[in-house]
Structures are given as C-alpha cells and as structure tokens.
C-alpha cells in the first residue's frame, strides 16, 4: 500500500484538508470553513474528525502521520505557540491531539514554511539544494528549504523575507523597522505607490477605480496594455526585490528563488526587473547559479508541503 499523510492548511477562512500520497498526488481533498472566532478546542475537534473522514476515503492508502500548515509559530510537540491573529483562539492550541484521536504521529509548522517545503519537494523547486520560496501577496512572506529540509532557525521563525530592509529612511513598517521590504513588493505597496503616482501622472490608463478594484492586478493589466507609468511600477518593484533578494543569496548561496503568492500571476513581467537588479546587488559567484522561477503549485503548496514534512524531512 501507498504511504500517505492526512494534510491541513489552516487558513483565516477555510481549513484545506486531504490526503497526499508521497509522490505528492492529492487522492482525496475537501475544505473546513475555520470559524475564526469559534473557541480553539472546536477548531481541533473538527479537524480530527476531517482526519478521520478523510482517512476512511482514503482506505487504499497506508495513512502515517497528520501533517499541519498553520499560521503563527508551532513549537515543540506541535503546540501553536502564538502569532496567529487571524485565528486568536487557535493560539495555545496542540495540533497533536489531531493525531493522537487517530493513534498516528502529528508534525506541523508555520504555514509559508510547510508551502515552501511543497514547493521545492513537489513543484519549482525539485533538486535545489538552497531555496528561498517569497510569497507576494498583501504581505510579503518567505520560507527557507536548505537540503530538503525547512529551515526553521534558532527558535521556529525562519524566513521572515518580508522584514528585509532595503533602506533604513524608508517607510516605517507595522513590525516597528523602516524600510522593510513588505512595504515596497507586496500587493498593497504596489497598489498605495500606484495611487500616489497617479496624483501627478499626465498620460496614463490606470485609474483611482480600478486600483481599487483590481488592486495590483490593475497595474499588471495595463503595463500588458503598454501603459508606461504600470511598466514604471512594476520596474522599480523588481529593483526593490532583487535588492532585498541578493542579500538573501548572498548570505545563503541559494540556487533557486521561487515567486509564489497572488502577484506571481505577474511574474513573466516583474521577473526581468528582478534579474537586472540581481545583477546589480549579487555576488558574482553566486548570480552564476541563482535561479529565479515561478511557483508551481499555486493554492495546494500547503497540502502537499505538509506531506513533506513526513516523507522530504525523513529521507
Ligand atoms: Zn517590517
């Protein structure tokens, strides 16, 4: 019988479960609408019983462990130790006793650490040996994969990209530094730099509207449109990130960037301002063999990375 591991991907809306094989085939899939206010113990309770639905449609598989993605930092024996704000009553909560009602071990880690062990075990970034995985969306987040393995740091918060700092006059962040690089790359600061532009801009087709109702979307349509000024934008962020990412490279000897989040959808425009500016800021030696590519797996990265907490982290 296959191997395969019951999967979670806590998020603020939905709970993601299923069944993924170690080859990274999803047999079985369905979603837990989380209840963000509901008290904690609820939240476990509904998840073990998923795990055990999901484990009886999945009978042709030999199920080995429960595998968590969650928001905030998961400590030692799987207890969420804090930061999960969008779920507060998630907080304090054990993630093992998913596991123990179904007499299987537990493993579970913050959640764009598990969606970046996915996406270099079963998506872009198969065979690298130092990955950096960033997320663009209304944040800026990032997971760090050396060997295989998620690398965690020295007390589980790895990976925090968001808070590179590209300028120390630059604009003040919500986690108290300046200039951090969530304030220039993220969705929200493509759209705030767009609307700011647009005061004294003379020749545009962007508009207040449709940033506001596209958000970045709206600035990716209209450079694919040749509008200069959205062109512009999505320039000076690739500057900006490349920036933030050649201190990444520099100080890791990555071989493979991954772009993942709802701004990938824009990747084929951003990433050539990305590599100019990766030319500019990164050791030579370590440009040479720095790839930079688009994440793959989109939404299931969480599910499948947290079957690879079992079957990449063991090998
Ligand atoms: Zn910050």
């Given at each position: 019988m296959?191997?395969a591991v019951?999967?979670?991907?806590?998020?603020g809306?939905d709970?993601?479960?299923g069944?993924?094989?170690q080859?990274?085939?999803i047999i079985?899939?369905k979603?837990?609408p989380?209840?963000s206010e509901r008290p904690?113990k609820?939240?476990i309770?509904?998840?073990a019983n998923?795990?055990?639905?999901?484990r009886?449609?999945?009978?042709?598989s030999?199920?080995?462990g429960?595998?968590v993605?969650?928001?905030?930092?998961?400590?030692?024996d799987?207890v969420?130790?804090?930061?999960?704000e969008n779920?507060?009553?998630?907080?304090?909560?054990r993630?093992?006793?998913?596991?123990?009602?179904l007499g299987?071990?537990?493993?579970?880690?913050?959640d764009?650490t598990?969606?970046?062990?996915?996406?270099?075990?079963?998506?872009?970034?198969?065979?690298?040996?130092?990955?950096?995985?960033?997320?663009?969306?209304?944040?800026?987040?990032g997971?760090?994969?050396?060997n295989g393995?998620?690398?965690?740091?020295a007390?589980?918060?790895a990976?925090e990209f968001?808070?590179?700092?590209?300028?120390p006059d630059g604009?003040?962040?919500?986690c108290?530094?300046?200039?951090?690089i969530e304030?220039?790359?993220?969705?929200?600061?493509?759209v705030r730099r767009a609307?700011?532009?647009l005061?004294?801009?003379?020749?545009?087709?962007?508009?207040?509207?449709a940033?506001?109702d596209?958000k970045a979307?709206a600035v990716?349509?209209?450079?694919?449109a040749?509008d200069?000024l959205?062109?512009?934008?999505?320039?000076?962020?690739?500057?900006y990130?490349g920036?933030?990412?050649?201190?990444a490279?520099?100080?890791?000897?990555l071989?493979?960037?991954?772009?993942?989040g709802g701004m990938?959808?824009?990747?084929?425009?951003l990433?050539?301002?990305?590599?100019?500016?990766?030319?500019?800021?990164t050791?030579k030696?370590?440009?040479?063999?720095?790839?930079?590519?688009?994440?793959k797996?989109?939404?299931?990265?969480g599910?499948?990375g947290?079957?690879a907490?079992?079957?990449s982290?063991?090998?």
């Amino acid at each position: 019988m296959a191997k395969a591991v019951v999967c979670f991907d806590v998020g603020g809306t939905d709970i993601k479960a299923g069944v993924v094989s170690q080859a990274g085939e999803i047999i079985t899939q369905k979603k837990i609408p989380t209840g963000s206010e509901r008290p904690g113990k609820e939240i476990i309770t509904d998840m073990a019983n998923a795990a055990q639905a999901l484990r009886d449609e999945a009978r042709g598989s030999e199920i080995i462990g429960v595998g968590v993605g969650s928001p905030g930092l998961v400590g030692e024996d799987t207890v969420l130790l804090g930061g999960c704000e969008n779920i507060p009553h998630l907080n304090g909560m054990r993630f093992g006793d998913i596991g123990d009602a179904l007499g299987l071990p537990t493993k579970g880690d913050n959640d764009a650490t598990v969606a970046a062990l996915g996406e270099v075990s079963y998506g872009a970034g198969t065979g690298a040996k130092a990955a950096l995985v960033i997320t663009l969306g209304t944040g800026v987040g990032g997971g760090i994969v050396i060997n295989g393995k998620a690398y965690r740091g020295a007390t589980g918060y790895a990976g925090e990209f968001g808070h590179t700092s590209i300028d120390p006059d630059g604009l003040a962040c919500n986690c108290g530094s300046y200039g951090c690089i969530e304030q220039y790359a993220s969705a929200n600061a493509l759209v705030r730099r767009a609307k700011q532009k647009l005061i004294h801009a003379l020749d545009t087709s962007l508009t207040p509207k449709a940033l506001e109702d596209d958000k970045a979307k709206a600035v990716f349509d209209a450079a694919r449109a040749g509008d200069a000024l959205a062109a512009e934008i999505i320039e000076e962020t690739g500057m900006y990130l490349g920036m933030a990412l050649s201190s990444a490279a520099n100080l890791l000897n990555l071989d493979v960037v991954i772009v993942g989040g709802g701004m990938s959808k824009g990747f084929d425009l951003l990433k050539p301002a990305i590599e100019r500016s990766l030319n500019n800021y990164t050791l030579k030696l370590e440009r040479k063999i720095l790839a930079l590519k688009p994440a793959k797996l989109g939404n299931d990265a969480g599910i499948l990375g947290c079957a690879a907490l079992f079957f990449s982290e063991e090998e």
